[in-house]
């Protein structure tokens, strides 16, 4: 793992780069219409409807899936990892941080309406909670989602290349499952989704380069700094625990029996050195 990191250059994320600047010059300048948020939405009305249709007629499967777009549940479920990788978490929390900048940021820069706030509530399904605000563009849960995918496929590469097709391949359709998940539960427009996911894994490149560099978080596999991670991961259970007793879905029993996990041999782990 330590390796597939290392070879991680920043020039992968160049194309995506590339997309992007496209993708923002084509609706600021050079699309026709009274402003940007008019001509984005507009030009994909179409799509979110045919697309929340399809996927909303699975709506616990869409409403579990975009779960594991919350960094929360993300890190919950792969806890386990801070134990047997401390090298991804490095990665994953130096990523994570840049993402929540980033996100937060081109949200308030663009203040799309979210399709609650532009379309009639009762023309497409909305699965679980109602958003409304003016923070659709990007999909947070999509950049989170790619972040994981990204730094999950370089962490685990496999060495022979057709492996690597396919793994990258599956992989990555994972990701485009989970992420198109938030058009199925009416949150988001498939665009949103889209670059999202683009910056994700842009974030994760960037991360993974910046973490291979700056090496803040080496102190993560040092056990004395366990009580640190056994307080975060107390905190990661009451939290999933609160969001059980809200709403009661499988995939938060399957973050709270990992945290449990991570826990337990953590730990046990520290009480052994000491």
Not at 118 to 124: A, C, E, L, M, P
Request: aromatic letters at 18%; glycine letters at 4%.
């Amino acid at each position: 793992m330590t390796t597939n990191f290392i070879n991680v250059k920043l020039w992968f994320s160049i194309p995506s780069l590339f997309f992007l600047l496209l993708f923002f010059f084509y609706f600021l300048f050079v699309s026709e219409g009274d402003n940007f948020i008019n001509q984005y939405i507009s030009s994909q009305k179409d799509l979110f409807f045919y697309l929340n249709g399809k996927l909303s007629e699975y709506p616990n499967l869409q409403l579990n899936f975009t779960q594991l777009g919350d960094i929360l549940i993300s890190f919950s479920l792969l806890s386990i990892l801070t134990l047997y990788a401390p090298k991804f978490f490095e990665a994953f929390f130096t990523s994570a941080t840049l993402s929540l900048i980033v996100s937060a940021s081109l949200k308030k820069i663009f203040s799309v309406p979210r399709p609650a706030a532009i379309f009639d509530n009762d023309s497409f399904v909305i699965i679980g909670r109602t958003l409304s605000g003016d923070t659709s563009l990007p999909s947070g849960h999509s950049i989170a989602t790619f972040l994981v995918i990204t730094l999950l496929s370089f962490a685990f590469m496999p060495k022979k290349n057709i492996n690597r097709i396919f793994w990258l391949f599956f992989m990555f359709t994972i990701g485009l499952v989970v992420a198109f998940s938030r058009v199925g539960v009416g949150a988001h427009y498939p665009f949103d989704v889209i670059i999202g996911s683009i910056i994700g894994y842009t974030v994760a490149i960037i991360g993974i380069v910046m973490n291979n560099k700056i090496k803040w978080l080496r102190w993560i596999k040092n056990k004395k700094y366990y009580p640190i991670l056994i307080l975060l991961l107390v905190t990661c259970t009451l939290l999933i625990i609160k969001k059980l007793l809200n709403t009661n879905l499988i995939i938060f029993y399957f973050s709270l029996l990992t945290l449990i996990v991570t826990l337990y041999l953590i730990i046990n782990s520290y009480v052994k050195k000491n």
